[in-house]
């Protein structure tokens, strides 16, 4: 009788002792952060062994367990792998979309399932860099002007601006309070990753409006028409001057263009005389010709205009009509 006792006694115990001795999962860390690109571990440890388990994220299973059969998620099976008795899962090739919660649940042959969760974040960037507005930025004098840099950067990145190579404050915003013209420029927006140790500028542009003047016009547009109207009017100007000087010469006086004219004939008819002269006199007086007869002669007689000279030069003689009024 004493014997039953203590065998009920001893397994009132072992029942007492298996539910204490429940199906805890242990993980070597909560949380962790890969590198976009690397691969992440997921290492697990059952206190007792289990049957089966399955792997989730966002709602969808990645892989699952039962006994020694494994099935892998078509949407994970390129990158997923699972590791039994244990249950540690392997993703591959990470990206910024894989980061958040993973959760393993596992059913042990005695007792109740358990679930363990661990956070996976994926470092990346900076990348998609963007200025809001886009530039060129034109605004009025003494205007307010404010910028904002955004950025894909896991995790979130430093920004920084710069005029040229002087820094001016950091900050995903950057304001200008009254808009001056020494505040023209180029600003750049500089962010940073800590953990990847990359950065990503981009730059914007910050411009003055072209004040109007009371025509509509600015500045510009108007010393480009003054400039247009002064060359206009010196072209203007200058075919006048032509048009009129060429009509002066075309409507000269008859008498003064023909004294003009006679004019130039006298100094003519007296070099050529002052050369036939001297020609003669170099002549061979053998060979020297006669003199032409003079006004009384028949030879000049029978008409009122008549010419010929003979003018010798070197022994070429060329035969020089001239037109002489002569009075009989």
């Not at 060979?287 to 030879?299: C, I, V």
């Amino acid at each position: 009788m004493a014997g039953l006792w203590l065998t009920a006694l001893a397994a009132c115990f072992l029942i007492l002792w298996g539910e204490s001795q429940g199906l805890t999962i242990h993980t070597d860390r909560s949380r962790f952060n890969v590198t976009a690109g690397g691969d992440a571990t997921f290492s697990v440890r059952p206190s007792v062994k289990v049957r089966s388990g399955n792997w989730g994220f966002k709602d969808k299973t990645i892989a699952s367990w039962f006994g020694s059969s494994v099935d892998v998620d078509n949407a994970f099976t390129s990158r997923a792998e699972l590791f039994l008795p244990n249950g540690s899962l392997l993703l591959k090739s990470v990206t910024t979309s894989d980061s958040g919660d993973y959760s393993v649940t596992m059913t042990p042959e005695v007792g109740d399932q358990q679930t363990a969760t661990i956070a996976l974040l994926v470092i990346d960037g900076p990348e998609n860099i963007r200025i809001e507005p886009q530039g060129p930025v034109v605004a009025d004098i003494g205007s307010r002007v404010t910028v904002t840099c955004s950025a894909l950067s896991v995790p979130i990145g430093e920004f920084f601006w710069f005029l040229g190579t002087n820094k001016l404050q950091s900050g995903q915003a950057f304001t200008i309070r009254s808009l001056q013209a020494v505040d023209r420029g180029n600003y750049t927006c500089q962010v940073k990753n800590s953990r990847t140790k990359k950065s990503i500028n981009q730059i914007v542009e910050i411009t003055l409006r072209e004040r109007l003047s009371p025509g509509g016009l600015s500045a510009g547009a108007i010393a480009g028409i003054a400039i247009g109207v002064i060359g206009g009017a010196a072209m203007v100007c200058g075919l006048v001057v032509w048009f009129v000087r060429n009509n002066m010469n075309r409507r000269a006086p008859p008498g003064r263009r023909a004294a003009e004219i006679t004019a130039g004939r006298n100094n003519a008819l007296t070099t050529d005389a002052e050369s036939t002269s001297q020609t003669y006199e170099n002549i061979p007086r053998m060979n020297k010709p006669k003199p032409p007869p003079d006004e009384s002669s028949t030879y000049m007689r029978g008409s009122t205009r008549s010419s010929l000279i003979l003018v010798h030069h070197q022994l070429d003689i060329q035969v020089v009509v001239i037109n002489v009024h002569t009075m009989i």
